[in-house]
Each structure stands twice: as C-alpha cells, then as structure tokens.
Nanobody, 120 residues
Framework: QLQASGGGLVQAGGSLTPSCAAS???????????MAWYRQVPGKQRELVAS???????NYGDSAKDRFTISRDNAENMVFLRVNNLKPEDTAVYYC?????????????WGEGTLVTVSS
C-alpha cells in the first residue's frame, strides 16, 4: 500500500514536499525497487514526474527537470518530491507509485494521490 500526503494549496512561487510511505508485508516491501511520482491534470494523461531506484538512479519527466527533486528514505520505505517555484500549471493530483523493476515506467503499485493546487 502506498499512502501519499503533503499536497495542498500553495501560492505561485512557493514550495512543497509531498511524501509517500510504502507499507505491507516485509516480503512485498522487499520487492520494491523503483519509487516514483506521477501527476495528472483532469482531462489529460498521467505523466511521469520523477522516479528513483533503490540504487539511487533517477529519471525526470520533461516538465520536471528544473524545479523537482526526488529523494528516498529506504530505511523508512518513503519517497519524497521537493517542488520549488511552483507554477499554476503544476496544479494536479500527484500519485506515488512503485515498481519491482528499475522504473520509471511499468509501475506495479499505485497510491491514491495527493492534490496540489497552485494559485496565481
């Protein structure tokens, strides 16, 4: 199970750090390799924001290479997404995902998402 939190209403130019915690049996947790963040705007396809493997390899979506930083706490089975200088176009539901592979695609597990709203 993946539980994301830390979304909210922020003014343009502000920052947020949503977090996501993975929980479950030790066997299922041990299978996780990549953890990732995706986002979706109503009416549009879900898009990759960033992913990170257990070994620390990262991938960023084309729209996320400058202001977004993904990080993990493997001991706590958590993944974070630092977003700086938020823009109204960053408004979306941000989903946490996990994969038994290296990512960034082919996620096996999805959380319910956390809404980020950026006001201008």
């Amino acid at each position: 199970q993946l539980q994301a939190s830390g979304g909210g209403l922020v003014q343009a130019g502000g920052s947020l750090t949503p977090s996501c915690a993975a929980s479950g049996s030790p066997v299922s947790i041990s299978r996780i390799n990549a953890m990732a963040w995706y986002r979706q705007v109503p009416g549009k396809q879900r898009e990759l924001v960033a992913s990170m493997s257990n070994g620390g390899s990262t991938n960023y979506g084309d729209s996320a290479k400058d202001r977004f930083t993904i990080s993990r706490d493997n001991a706590e089975n958590m993944v974070f997404l630092r977003v700086n200088n938020l823009k109204p176009e960053d408004t979306a539901v941000y989903y946490c995902a996990a994969s038994e592979g290296l990512g960034p695609y082919g996620m096996h597990y999805w959380g319910e998402g956390t809404l980020v709203t950026v006001s201008s």
